[in-house]
């Protein structure tokens, strides 16, 4: 009896030691057509209704060739936390831009855990849609390459996303995140297509990412902890930014912004470098621990830069005084070439001066020529060698 019992158990471990089947779901077996003009969205949505119930670890898969796509929303929560989106083509949006019109979001999840999206590319067509707001005309809003929110452990692996209408990817609301190897393209000009924004979200990181856009390379909204930037491309674009922070109508208490470093990137033409932007207003709040390190800028506008005075158009920042609090933010190992005389600009609030600034190593220079360094109501140390001459 008790050799039986010792078989049964051996084969229900081995039983439990083998991985799990991993079922695929070609989206071609629900309708979709690889010819650039049937919407995909209702074969999308089918196949992850499949995978999302799933008990064992699925694959959407996307083949190679060109599938138009209208929306596709992706709801959790599901059964299976293990869904792999397996992209070999190319999904693109309506050439139309009045089809996504002020929605915001193209491809978005919601409430999903353990998703992987791997390589292919998303085309958001938003050409027409910048020349509309180029031309002053009454334009929809547009929307969101791609968007997750209130989500966790997920991956972005290996995605090309070309002009999109605005955001490129943005995380909202998420836990734990990477994304990886991303390439992302727009024009230099184009109106808000910050590369990756990141907002309410924690445990994310952003590593070997090319981007080359209108607006911000990579934005960090309000809510934001744990935040991991490494060996990223910025040019052409805004730069890295913390920000904006403060605007009025977002509440008069900000989610704050800490723990978050950037380290071993490349600006190349860029509006900013590394950038604080926070609303002249009132708004209570703060930005603290954080880390810019080892980058190199490359005719770079605004190299290091902190403006607590934001406000374009002089609209509804009374005061022009911050409530946001800046602290502890240090930078170390930063040289290059500046496109403006002032290198380094620490422009701070006088109700919240920015304090435990810290400064090493840093080399910037002006046309081979001497840069200058700006502060106001800014206050910390500099060590090693710093160029231009620290003004804390």
Same mark, same amino acid.
């Given at each position: 009896?008790?050799?039986?019992?010792?078989?049964?158990?051996?084969?229900?471990?081995?039983?439990?030691?083998?991985?799990?089947?991993?079922?695929?779901?070609?989206?071609?077996?629900?309708?979709?057509?690889?010819d650039?003009?049937?919407?995909?969205?209702?074969?999308?949505?089918?196949?992850?209704?499949?995978?999302?119930?799933?008990?064992?670890?699925?694959?959407?898969?996307?083949?190679?060739?060109?599938?138009?796509?209208?929306?596709?929303?992706?709801?959790g929560?599901?059964?299976?936390?293990?869904i792999?989106?397996?992209?070999?083509?190319?999904?693109?949006?309506?050439?139309?831009?009045?089809?996504?019109?002020?929605?915001?979001?193209?491809?978005?999840?919601?409430?999903?855990?353990?998703?992987?999206?791997?390589?292919?590319?998303?085309?958001?067509?938003?050409?027409?849609?910048?020349?509309?707001?180029?031309?002053?005309?009454?334009?929809?809003?547009?929307?969101i390459?791609?968007?997750?929110?209130n989500?966790?452990?997920?991956m972005?692996?290996?995605?090309?996303?070309?002009?999109?209408?605005?955001?490129?990817?943005?995380?909202?609301?998420?836990?734990?995140?990477?994304?990886q +190897? $991303?390439? @992302?393209?727009?024009?230099?000009?184009?109106?808000n297509? %910050?590369? =990756?924004? *990141?907002?309410?979200? !924690? +445990? $994310?990181? @952003?590593?070997?990412?090319?981007?080359?856009?209108?607006? %911000?390379? =990579?934005? *960090?909204?309000?809510? !934001?902890?744990?935040?991991?930037?490494?060996?990223?491309?910025?040019?052409?674009?805004?730069? =890295?930014?913390?920000?904006?922070?403060?605007?009025?109508?977002?509440?008069?208490?900000?989610?704050?912004?800490?723990?978050?470093?950037?380290?071993?990137?490349?600006?190349?033409?860029?509006?900013?470098?590394?950038?604080?932007?926070?609303?002249?207003?009132?708004?209570?709040?703060?930005?603290?621990?954080?880390?810019?390190?080892?980058?190199?800028?490359?005719?770079?506008?605004?190299?290091?830069?902190?403006?607590?005075?934001?406000?374009?158009?002089?609209?509804?920042?009374?005061?022009?005084?911050?409530?946001?609090?800046?602290s502890?933010?240090?930078?170390?190992?930063?040289?290059g070439?500046?496109?403006?005389?002032?290198?380094?600009?620490?422009?701070?609030?006088?109700?919240?001066?920015?304090?435990?600034?810290?400064?090493?190593?840093?080399?910037?220079?002006?046309?081979?020529?001497?840069?200058?360094?700006?502060?106001?109501?800014?206050?910390?140390?500099?060590?090693?060698?710093?160029?231009?001459?620290?003004?804390?």
């Amino acid at each position: 009896m008790a050799k039986l019992v010792i078989f049964f158990l051996f084969k229900l471990f081995l039983l439990c030691s083998l991985p799990r089947s991993n079922a695929v779901y070609n989206i071609l077996n629900y309708g979709a057509k690889a010819d650039g003009q049937t919407d995909s969205a209702q074969p999308l949505l089918k196949a992850w209704a499949a995978a999302c119930h799933s008990s064992s670890p699925a694959t959407i898969h996307v083949p190679a060739g060109s599938f138009l796509l209208s929306q596709a929303i992706f709801n959790g929560p599901c059964k299976n936390t293990e869904i792999k989106f397996s992209i070999e083509g190319t999904i693109i949006s309506p050439s139309y831009y009045g089809k996504l019109g002020d929605s915001r979001e193209w491809i978005a999840f919601n409430n999903v855990e353990g998703v992987t999206i791997r390589g292919g590319n998303l085309d958001g067509r938003g050409g027409a849609l910048w020349t509309c707001k180029f031309d002053g005309r009454s334009c929809p809003t547009g929307a969101i390459s791609l968007t997750f929110s209130n989500s966790k452990n997920i991956m972005i692996d290996g995605v090309t996303s070309i002009n999109s209408e605005l955001f490129h990817i943005a995380i909202v609301g998420c836990q734990g995140v990477r994304i990886q +190897g $991303v390439y @992302i393209l727009a024009s230099g000009n184009s109106p808000n297509t %910050d590369g =990756i924004h *990141v907002q309410m979200s !924690t +445990g $994310v990181s @952003i590593v070997r990412a090319n981007i080359k856009t209108g607006d %911000d390379c =990579i934005s *960090v909204g309000p809510g !934001t902890s744990h935040l991991w930037i490494e060996r990223v491309f910025c040019g052409p674009g805004h730069g =890295i930014s913390i920000g904006s922070l403060g605007k009025l109508g977002d509440g008069l208490q900000v989610k704050g912004v800490q723990n978050v470093t950037a380290k071993s990137v490349m600006f190349a033409d860029t509006q900013n470098g590394f950038r604080i932007k926070t609303w002249g207003t009132n708004a209570r709040g703060y930005v603290k621990g954080v880390a810019f390190a080892n980058a190199m800028m490359r005719n770079v506008q605004n190299p290091i830069i902190i403006d607590q005075n934001y406000c374009p158009g002089n609209q509804n920042c009374p005061g022009q005084n911050s409530g946001i609090e800046i602290s502890r933010v240090n930078y170390k190992n930063i040289r290059g070439t500046s496109a403006t005389k002032v290198a380094v600009n620490f422009d701070c609030s006088p109700s919240n001066p920015c304090n435990g600034i810290r400064l090493k190593d840093i080399k910037l220079t002006y046309q081979n020529r001497q840069a200058w360094s700006y502060c106001k109501h800014a206050y910390g140390i500099a060590t090693g060698f710093v160029i231009p001459t620290s003004c804390l």
